[in-house]
């Protein structure tokens, strides 16, 4: 059972930054692409960045495209989302995704099998 917990998260003035963790237990994910989408209230779940299984390809949303920098750890089986200039509009919550096969990542439409639980970014004008 693949267990995703993301951590980091929090209230940030704009301007600000977070670094969120998605740490994963369970099975290694070094061979799958991971990433991140996020959820504001009353909106659907979105895309927000990708990371291919070496770390060699990465995929942003336009919307964050030069604030957000996603990468990984391997060897801690882990994936970070690091966010700069955090915006008003940032305000969501943060979900960790992960595949469970190892494939490219095509947008739009990639989405990982395996879901973390969330962590709450809140940005403050």
């Known amino acids: 059972q693949v267990q995703l917990v993301e951590s980091g998260g929090g209230l940030v003035q704009a301007g600000g930054s977070l670094r969120l963790s998605c740490a994963a237990s369970?099975?290694?994910?070094?061979?799958?692409?991971m990433g991140w989408f996020r959820q504001a209230p009353g909106k659907e779940r979105e895309f927000v960045a990708a990371i291919s299984w070496s770390g060699g390809n990465t995929y942003y949303a336009d919307s964050v495209k030069g604030r957000f920098t996603v990468s990984r750890d391997n060897a801690k089986n882990t994936v970070y989302l690091q966010m700069n200039n955090l915006k008003p509009e940032d305000t969501a919550v943060y979900y960790c995704n992960a595949d469970r096969i190892r494939r490219i990542v095509v947008l739009p439409s990639w989405q990982g099998d395996y879901w973390g639980q969330g962590t709450q970014v809140t940005v403050s004008s």
């Open positions: 369970g099975r290694s994910l070094s061979n799958y692409a």
